[in-house]
């Protein structure tokens, strides 16, 4: 885990801690990273109103029809995008193979003709470059 995220996790645990304590409540330590006010399992009804209400505070649209998978979606998108082997990523979300992990959850970032566009330009490059070194030959 990268160390800025351990830092704002054991933050997050001591206030969540403080928190219940505050509350007169028992803390019960499950090792959860967003537990209840106790310290306990979250059901996955109350895990989705709360990832939804974050959505609608942080201005998305339609947070009605989000769910807490576009997390991992996005968590395998951007590390992809970031030259991550897809092997590696498999493992860090728990897949035996990359089958699943490219099929399923691989998404691009960018937008596949864009991509498409810069490869041609750079096979064939482009009508300025051509034009400026004169190496443009007439058809």
Same mark, same amino acid.
């Given at each position: 885990?990268? %160390?800025?995220? $351990? =830092? =704002? =996790?054991? #933050?997050?645990?001591? *206030? /969540?801690?403080?928190?219940? !304590?505050?509350? &007169? +409540? /028992?803390?019960?330590? /499950?090792?959860?990273? @967003?537990?209840? #006010?106790? &310290? /306990?399992? !979250?059901?996955?009804?109350? $895990? !989705? %109103?709360? @990832? *939804?209400?974050?959505? +609608? #505070?942080? &201005? @998305?649209e339609n947070p009605e029809e989000w769910t807490s998978r576009e997390l991992r979606t996005s968590f395998v998108s951007v590390l992809s995008d970031h030259g991550i082997p897809i092997e590696v990523i498999s493992r860090l979300v728990g897949h035996n193979g990359s089958g699943t992990t490219e099929r399923v959850y691989r998404k691009q970032l960018r937008p596949v003709i864009s991509e498409g566009a810069e490869a041609m330009d750079d096979i064939f490059g482009d009508d300025d470059d051509a034009a400026e070194d004169g190496s443009r030959e007439e058809a």
């Amino acid at each position: 885990m990268p %160390r800025q995220t $351990v =830092v =704002v =996790v054991k #933050e997050h645990k001591r *206030r /969540e801690q403080a928190a219940c !304590r505050a509350a &007169g +409540k /028992e803390w019960s330590d /499950e090792r959860l990273l @967003f537990p209840t #006010e106790t &310290g /306990e399992l !979250r059901s996955a009804l109350n $895990v !989705r %109103r709360n @990832f *939804r209400s974050l959505l +609608k #505070e942080a &201005g @998305f649209e339609n947070p009605e029809e989000w769910t807490s998978r576009e997390l991992r979606t996005s968590f395998v998108s951007v590390l992809s995008d970031h030259g991550i082997p897809i092997e590696v990523i498999s493992r860090l979300v728990g897949h035996n193979g990359s089958g699943t992990t490219e099929r399923v959850y691989r998404k691009q970032l960018r937008p596949v003709i864009s991509e498409g566009a810069e490869a041609m330009d750079d096979i064939f490059g482009d009508d300025d470059d051509a034009a400026e070194d004169g190496s443009r030959e007439e058809a």
